[in-house]
């Protein structure tokens, strides 16, 4: 049957190319082989998203009205509208977990380096599209929490010098963060981001497909001094590896989803007081906690402010790694940025968990 | 079987048959398990949808005769006709032939469905027109002091 279906596909449209491709295709295999797997498991979590996305997208209701209720209501009365809310809470949550773990993997083994340069900076842009996702859906259930944190969140965009106030405006569609701010925001989800995500995730895999992967300095020096590196077959050696850590995954999201349920807590109300313990999601903790000990001026110049711009910064260093790092394009050690890296994930775990104990 | 050949003993399962069949069926609970909950989740709930068995239209005096008015009743509209001797008269205002509202008219003494021109008579009978059954017609009842009564409306 399947056969059949390839014929009749492959007469009309030559499937050769395609069928080559998938045929010769080979993973290089060696000791740092398993961070390959990092990308597929945030690719996986990526359609989990999409399709849990898709179905929540049928009874949800983004107005300050009805918002909080429609929430309820796929909780309470959709069946199985709790795992499809628990599951799309929990699959954000360790997929940006899971890229920043792609992410610290490719920078550690170089994967940027030349002809590479442009699959990380996709993949850079990637995680910032994620994190827009995160802080976006946030609020779309319209509770007490995701309300505060939000006015807390995009009142951070103020700092930013000159266009801080149109920023502020912009994101939250008035001077405040109301009905308008959720529609924005619902907007921003489920149609401009995704949007952007399917252009930049199309040719992060393009160019994937298309350069093979990359192997570590080290491995590449062993190839050059003459060593062959064992390849394994893609297909379908290695899509089954792959398959094999998308269950894991899925192992791990269905346990989260069915013994962690994600709160609801109260509905959004503006004239509440704002709630104790008031933070942000944990991936922006770390900046959070950092902004808080900023004091509120440093050399005249006021702390959110240089905060806010230390992050830009941070995230201009990172977009361009592949173009700072010149030692690793020839192959080469480079101490500065192994450091660099090394103090980036020890700075954003530390302040993680101290965001966590001081709130 | 002779050394080094593959094939397996009569009647017996090959291994890679046997995980390739391990594979399917391991792959098809997965679909399943994926499709099953989603199916379930995309039929639409049924509502505990709260049953409405009387309504107060209004005061007697707000409705002049030889006419109607489409109200509330419960989630569906229905029809308020006050017959030109003042009689009052209720249906449901759903036409039974595609769910269009119906309205009374004043100039023939009937309701009339614009959609596809169903017309009832004042009993709820279909006069002519596509509508396969008659209208469901509610009990009027006027509650209250002489001429401060309550229209009420209940399904019977």
Redesign the interface.
């Known amino acids: 049957m399947t056969q059949h279906v390839f014929a009749w596909l492959d007469e009309r449209l030559d499937l050769s190319g395609l069928r080559a491709f998938i045929a010769e295709k080979t993973v290089p295999k060696h000791r740092h082989s398993v961070w390959y797997y990092m990308g597929g498991i945030t690719l996986f979590l990526v359609g989990v998203q999409v399709?849990t996305g898709i179905?929540l997208l049928?009874y949800y209701r983004p107005s300050a009205g009805e918002a909080y209720e429609s929430v309820q209501f796929i909780v309470s009365?959709?069946?199985?509208?709790w795992?499809?809310r628990n599951l799309h809470s929990w699959s954000g949550n360790l997929l940006i977990l899971m890229a920043f773990v792609h992410l610290f993997s490719t920078f550690f083994l170089r994967a940027y380096r030349k002809p590479r340069e442009l699959t990380w900076v996709t993949g850079v842009l990637l995680l910032f599209v994620m994190m827009g996702f995160g802080f976006s859906g946030y609020l779309l259930p319209w509770n007490e929490l995701a309300f505060f944190a939000t006015k807390v969140g995009t009142g951070i965009a103020g700092a930013v010098p000159l266009v801080g106030d149109f920023l502020v405006r912009f994101l939250r569609g008035g001077d405040d963060v109301t009905g308008a701010t959720l529609t924005r925001f619902y907007g921003i989800h489920v149609a401009i981001l995704p949007a952007i995500t399917t252009v930049l995730l199309g040719v992060h895999l393009l160019l994937i497909q298309r350069q093979g992967m990359s192997v570590p300095p080290s491995v590449e020096k062993r190839e050059k001094a003459g060593e062959t590196i064992p390849q394994e077959p893609f297909f379908p050696n290695y899509v089954l590896h792959d398959v094999m850590w998308w269950?894991v995954a899925l192992a791990v999201l269905a346990a989260l989803a069915l013994f962690l349920p994600w709160e609801l807590g109260k509905k959004a109300d503006a004239f509440a007081s704002v709630p104790a313990g008031i933070r942000p999601e944990w991936y922006f903790l770390a900046m959070f906690q950092t902004l808080k000990l900023i004091p509120s001026h440093v050399l005249g110049i006021e702390g959110e402010m240089l905060g806010v711009m230390g992050f830009n910064v941070a995230a201009v260093l990172l977009l361009v790694m592949p173009f700072l790092d010149r030692r690793a394009a020839d192959g080469r050690p480079n101490r500065i940025v192994t450091l660099a890296g090394i103090l980036a994930v020890i700075y954003l775990i530390v302040f993680t968990i101290y965001g966590y104990l001081a709130a | 079987m002779t050394t080094g050949d593959h094939q397996p003993a009569p009647g017996t399962v090959e291994r890679r048959s046997f995980l390739d069949a391990l594979l399917g069926f391991g792959l098809f609970a997965t679909a399943a398990s994926f499709l099953y909950p989603i199916w379930r989740y995309i039929t639409p709930p049924a509502l505990a949808e709260p049953v409405t068995d009387t309504v107060i239209a209004g005061k007697v005096s707000e409705f002049k005769a030889n006419t109607g008015a489409v109200l509330k009743f419960g989630t569906k509209p229905a029809l308020l006709v006050r017959t030109s001797d003042g009689q009052f008269k209720a249906f449901t205002a759903v036409c039974t032939h595609l769910d269009c509202t119906v309205q009374y008219k004043s100039d023939t003494s009937q309701i009339w469905c614009p959609c596809h021109n169903g017309l009832y008579d004042l009993s709820g009978h279909v006069i002519s027109g596509p509508p396969p059954r008659p209208l469901e017609a509610f009990t009027v009842n006027l509650r209250g002091e002489p001429g401060q009564e309550d229209v009420v409306i209940s399904r019977t």
């Open positions: 399709a179905l049928l009365h959709v069946e199985f509208g795992l499809i269950y």
